[in-house]
RNA sequence: GGCCCUAUGGUCAAGCGGUCAAGACGUAGCCCUCUCACGGCUGAAUCUCGGGUUCGAUUCCCGGUAGGGUCACCA
């Protein structure tokens, strides 16, 4: 049924005219996107999601790369919704991705948006750019470099088992490419009956002459990297007519002008395909960077995050708890970057745009995401936020995930303030706000609503020795003391019941005592805020106004 | 299994032929201290294994081993 004679160049020509009788040429479409007028050095980068609803932590990762390194180098960032698969696309994806990635900052100049696009070289949804794909499909099958491929799933089924029973690589190439150059009749009448089809790749066409059997390309990242020619006939174009992700990314990044392809190390065992692509297509191929791939651990075994898997570290999870966007990004800087952290350290206060980020300086084996990390790099960040871009932060938070509690947090903007500035000033500032659901555990006691009695009384004071001590203190309490006035009576309670004034006399004498100031003043922490821990007790009672304080004093003295 | 990537403490890592192998998180202890947090100090903890090259390898090369990725009409 094959043609076994060497097609010539009518046959290239009559092939494509049967395939794609009204598509454009290449060169009608390439002259729609002409260069863009950047300066030397000027990065355009992209982000490609595909729509499938789920907003990973590595997109994240992949934005702030690619933005960054567009940003500072006065270049463009665009955003290019990649749905080629009909099936994996949900409703109403592309506004999460967007809404998500805003949530931490990242937004796009140009490409897909909730409400269209914007720039000069769209479309920017794969989906819409089925007759730039087919104008350049043609041209290659013109050349004779893809071909029409009628196999169905079952002869492919049939195929791949063959070569796994022969240990042969699977795949369609060589002798299992039956259509390559098949009898141009024979195609007709397929197309004649509206069989389906694909259009593959002819690999061995694509071979360059004298070129070698391997490739090397420069990474950005991980340098030179060798690897073995693509010899597959890969699908370019799928049965809907739409193209597969590897032959979109060669015409996308090449008609949008993007310099740099920054992209997850999964998509490494690919390159020897885009790089036959790009050949064939007589296009230059961007400078691809490969990072390192966000892992985690499970069962003790390091691997790839997946969304199936790992609903926690989808970005809803992040904006869930409340960390804040400026936290997430300085993490993800630490983590991107080896020399950020030293950085940061000798600049606390800039601006971490200042901060010129490199891929040369990005690693390139698998990070653990470490929430602990991320915490403590959150600590730092909210310590150098005011206190009143904090309470419209918790604002925020609260309506979106508490709204039950937001009237309780409205109701006195200034206490919330207040509690959310308790021993930030200073030369030691206190760092225990970490994300907003902690936080509003956190400062919880200074709202009635949530103040409750949470830990028991320290060990060194009894039920009756609670209500003497609080009786007392009721007694010598005045609002209007300083703090060290007010704690020279804390001492001198503690020492009227028989606790030591100073904790080292009670350290060096403990017999002589039932305990020390500290056990006194858990007590009243603990009427208060109903916990043991918690920041001064002086600062707790100036925000909490002398009714609140006697009330909670008189309200545990009844317990 | 083929191909590719990776390999310094529990984690992120500096290092780019000669270092007592940085730093950060976490962890242990101490100090400060009314608790907590902050801060300070101290400690424990790392070069995957073999071969080379070299006067000298954590560093360069080769191999093993381990981990990871990928082998779709998914991206």
Not at 134 to 162: K, N, W
Not at 530 to 546: F, T
Request: glycine share 8%; aromatic share 10%.
């Amino acid at each position: 049924m094959m043609n076994n004679t060497i097609p010539d160049v009518d046959y290239y020509a009559a092939l494509a005219d049967l395939l794609f009788p009204f598509a454009k040429s290449g060169a009608d479409i390439e002259a729609v996107y002409p260069p863009r007028g950047l300066p030397d050095g000027a990065y355009v980068t992209r982000l490609g999601p595909s729509p499938t609803g789920f907003v990973h932590l590595g997109n994240l990762f992949m934005a702030t790369v690619n933005r960054r390194l567009a940003v500072q180098s006065g270049g463009v960032f665009f955003l290019r919704i990649e749905d080629t698969d009909r099936k994996r696309e949900v409703d109403g994806a592309v506004e999460s991705l967007l809404s998500s990635l805003a949530y931490f900052g990242v937004g796009f100049a140009e490409g897909a948006a909730a409400d269209g696009e914007k720039g000069d070289y769209g479309p920017y949804r794969q989906s819409e750019r089925r007759e730039i794909y087919h104008a350049f499909v043609r041209g290659l099958v013109a050349s004779g470099l893809a071909y029409p491929c009628f196999l169905s799933e079952d002869q492919i089924t049939a195929i791949r088992a063959e070569q796994e029973a022969r240990k042969e690589l699977p795949g369609i190439y060589g002798k299992y490419a039956e259509w390559r150059d098949a009898d141009i009749a024979l195609i007709g009448e397929y197309l004649a009956k509206e069989m389906p089809f694909v259009i593959r790749l002819n690999a061995d066409a694509c071979t360059v002459q004298g070129s070698g059997e391997t490739v090397t390309i420069i990474d950005g990242i991980r340098g030179e990297i060798t690897f073995p020619r693509n010899i597959l006939d890969v699908v370019i174009l799928k049965q809907d007519g739409l193209p597969t992700y590897h032959f979109a990314h060669t015409i996308d990044d090449h008609l949008m002008r993007t310099t740099h392809v920054v992209r997850g190390e999964e998509w490494l065992s690919s390159l020897p395909i885009h790089i036959a692509l790009f050949e064939a297509l007589d296009f230059t191929p961007p400078t691809y960077c490969h990072t390192a791939l966000l892992m985690k651990v499970d069962d003790g075994v390091k691997r790839k995050l997946s969304k199936r898997l790992d609903p926690e570290l989808s970005l809803s999870y992040y904006i869930a708890e409340g960390y804040h966007p400026k936290a997430v990004e300085e993490y993800l800087l630490t983590i991107l970057n080896s020399n950020y952290e030293e950085w940061r350290l000798s600049n606390p206060g800039a601006d971490n745009t200042e901060f010129t980020l490199t891929t040369e300086k990005m690693g390139a084996s698998g990070i653990l995401v470490d929430l602990d990390k991320l915490r403590d790099v959150s600590r730092d960040t909210l310590a150098g936020i005011t206190a009143k871009e904090l309470a419209d932060f918790m604002i925020d938070w609260v309506s979106r995930e508490r709204p039950d509690a937001l009237p309780v947090l409205t109701k006195d903007r200034a206490i919330l303030e207040a509690a959310l500035d308790i021993g930030r000033s200073g030369e030691k500032p206190r760092k225990d706000l970490e994300y907003a659901a902690q936080i509003f555990e956190h400062i919880s006691y200074f709202f009635d609503e949530y103040f409750q009695i949470k830990d028991p009384l320290p060990e060194h004071v009894g039920a009756e020795d609670a209500r003497t001590l609080l009786e007392g203190y009721h007694g010598v309490y005045d609002q209007s003391d300083g703090r060290e006035i007010w704690f020279g009576k804390i001492r001198a309670l503690a020492e009227e019941n028989g606790y030591a004034a100073r904790p080292k006399d009670y350290k060096k004498n403990p017999e002589l005592y039932k305990g020390h100031v500290g056990d006194v003043s858990a007590v009243i922490r603990l009427a208060l805020t109903g916990r043991l821990e918690a920041p001064d007790i002086w600062e707790i009672q100036q925000i909490l106004g002398e009714v609140r304080t006697r009330g909670r004093l008189r309200a545990f003295e009844r317990v």
